[in-house]
């Protein structure tokens, strides 16, 4: 296998899970315009929006095996994607803080080459603590929510505002690694 890969994507917890798995990857920012308010259901967005990176990464590539993803927190009818603000992630909190709700990642690999695409989406269910205003500002003060997705990042500090998961835990930290090692190997990447 010739073809290079790259991650469409300069997301730390993105790299750091591809890195877990052995994968030989460049990561590259796609600068692709996320469209949080698009009307479409959940699974469609978390997909379109990763396909979205995915193709404007492998325009800059003749031959490059790229793969994006996109993660989204839904609640309810609601869909959250970065607060970007310590306001909006104190929002964000004050929502989830004794709910359920479900992390969807979509990702996109695509083979710059032949154009071969495949686009999935995965969801896991989160259930979050009930959490103090005191305990949501100190979280807040931290920083680590305001380019997160529903304003936590569970592998970090968020880790202590979750009660309890179900499902995939790399998927809400931004890759599903086991759907993804699946589709990988359609397009004769081995990981295993």
């Not at 073809?3 to 997301?11: D, N």
């Not at 995915?54 to 970065?82: F, P, Q, S």
């Not at 004050?94 to 495949?118: D, E, P, Q, R, V």
């Not at 202590?160 to 004769?188: M, Q, T």
């Amino acid at each position: 296998m010739n073809q290079k890969i790259i991650l469409a994507s300069t997301s730390l917890s993105r790299k750091e899970l591809l890195q877990k798995i052995g994968l030989k990857f460049q990561a590259e920012d796609s600068g692709y315009e996320e469209n949080m308010k698009e009307n479409l259901p959940p699974h469609a967005l978390a997909k379109k929006l990763s396909r979205g990176k995915a193709e404007v990464v492998a325009k800059r590539h003749k031959n490059a095996i790229i793969i994006a993803a996109d993660t989204i927190v839904v609640l309810g009818k609601e869909v959250m994607g970065k607060p970007h603000s310590a306001k909006g992630a104190k929002e964000m909190l004050k929502k989830l803080s004794g709910k359920s709700h479900s992390i969807i990642t979509g990702f996109t690999i695509i083979n710059a080459k032949t154009g071969k695409i495949i686009s999935q989406s995965i969801e896991t269910k989160v259930h979050m603590k009930k959490l103090s205003p005191q305990i949501i500002a100190t979280y807040v003060n931290s920083k680590e929510p305001l380019d997160k997705a529903g304003a936590y990042a569970i592998q970090g500090l968020g880790s202590i505002l979750i009660d309890k998961i179900e499902g995939d835990y790399s998927n809400i930290v931004g890759l599903p690694l086991a759907p993804l090692v699946v589709a990988l190997k359609k397009f004769g990447v081995k990981v295993l």
